[in-house]
């Protein structure tokens, strides 16, 4: 099997291959194309991932390119991994959102607006040529931010796509080492949407042990998730831990004040796994690259990708999937983030039971923004970037709404070409 990597030069790809080569019996890949425009960080990621793999004695080879055609001809699955703009971008993202007091994130409120409109039309030009090359019947893994909405940019446009983050994966190998028992013991009942979600179960052998779990571990969970004790024990959940930016907003706008924007530390940790990738003694996965963030993200995307080739049974995975009716408060059409049966047919989203009103209401209301971003970054804009930002909830008032999204476009300009007119 062929898998094709777009945006392989990022400085996590190693995480990817790290993960393939110990899941050789059940990923049958041989090949793995990286393909990027930056011809000197694909280069030094692909020649660092083949000595990994080299080093498990993997069989399967890597290629570099900068031609999204020759990566993704003859792809089984293709995974989408961008960040249009790079770290300055990012920077932006999370820093000019506080000139009106909001939090600066690159994936939620304000900061993941400018994102999901730099990243849309790219993911959706190049999901169009993957088609024309690769064929109908190639899977899009699409892991690239804010994730819910450029899935479902994707699935409106009929790409055969399901969407991928790392906050489950990771909360499950938690909630596993707490219990005793495997991680793929643990199967989460996981509701909500992409960081926008929280665990309402924690089923082992089919008994829930969430419980127990905030029984024993409180103080641990509170710690992880950043959220009170008080908090956890009343709610009866463990919430994802981007909701901090919802439920403790204005001590992460303080705090995002006098710390170093997360753009400027990756930027440098990435400088120093290059530097180490072009080693060519190098053949194992540094411990540094730990702090570049994406914790379990090989071992989410190995197996998702296995249970979208493989062509056997059905498999339990939580990822981001049309609604179709699975939350009734939603529309069909929305893209949420739960626990689904995933085989080579797709995804489907598993049943669960009706959710609490004080979950349903941040969902809905977050719902609509996404369908604002998603119109506002397809059909461009001004004004309807600031009526996207009025609809979320960690804006919600017009005159931040209209300067926000007059910052947003002017420090963007050169990503949106409808805003250089």
């Known amino acids: 099997m062929k898998l094709a990597v777009v945006g392989g030069g990022s400085t996590y790809t190693p995480e990817l291959i790290d993960g393939i080569a110990g899941r050789r019996s059940t990923l049958d890949v ?24 080299d080093h498990a004695g993997h069989p399967a080879r890597v290629r570099t390119t900068q031609s999204l055609e020759e990566g993704v001809d003859g792809a089984s699955a293709v995974l989408i991994q961008l960040r249009v703009g790079g770290q300055r971008a990012r920077r932006s993202d999370e820093t000019f959102p506080h000139e009106c007091g909001c939090v600066g994130q690159e994936t939620t409120g304000a900061g993941g607006l400018a994102k999901a409109l730099r990243t849309v039309p790219v993911v959706l030009d190049i999901a169009e040529r993957v088609r024309k090359i690769a064929g109908d019947d190639t899977w899009i893994v699409n892991f690239t931010n804010p994730v819910g909405i450029v899935t479902r940019a994707l699935l409106n446009e009929g790409h055969r796509a399901v969407g991928l983050c790392n906050v489950a994966i990771n909360l499950q190998r938690q ?17 909500g949407l992409n960081h926008l979600s929280w665990e309402r179960g924690a089923l082992v052998d089919g008994v829930d042990r969430l419980p127990e779990l905030l029984d024993q571990h409180l103080g641990y969970l509170s710690n992880e998730v950043s959220v009170p004790e008080k908090w956890l024990r009343r709610m009866n959940v463990v919430p994802s831990y981007y909701l901090k930016y919802f439920y403790a907003h204005d001590e992460q706008v303080a705090k995002q004040r006098t710390e170093r924007p997360r753009a400027e530390v990756v930027s440098d940790v990435e400088e120093e796994l290059l530097k180490i990738y072009l080693d060519p003694e190098q053949n194992t996965k540094p411990e540094s690259l730990e702090k570049r963030g994406g914790a379990y993200y090989s071992e989410a995307a190995v197996q998702l990708v296995h249970a979208l080739t493989a062509g056997g049974p059905a498999e339990e995975h939580v990822v981001n999937v049309r609604n179709d009716g699975t939350f009734p408060f939603l529309p069909d059409d929305a893209v949420i983030e739960t626990r689904s049966t995933v085989d080579s047919a797709g995804a489907t989203p598993i049943p669960q039971s009706p959710v609490e009103p004080q979950f349903s209401g941040l969902i809905a209301a977050t719902t609509a923004y996404e369908f604002l971003a998603l119109e506002a970054a397809v059909k461009g804009g001004r004004d309807r970037v600031a009526d996207a930002l009025l609809a979320h909830p960690l804006v919600g008032q017009y005159t931040k709404a209209d300067t926000l999204a007059d910052s947003l476009v002017q420090i963007n300009r050169e990503y949106l070409p409808w805003a250089r007119g």
């Open 30 to 53: 041989d090949e793995i194309v990286l393909v990027d425009p930056d011809a000197y960080r694909v280069e030094a990621v692909g020649g660092f991932s083949q000595r990994l793999l």
């Open 175 to 191: 909630f596993g080492k707490l219990l005793g028992v495997g991680a793929d013991d643990v199967k989460l009942v996981h509701t």
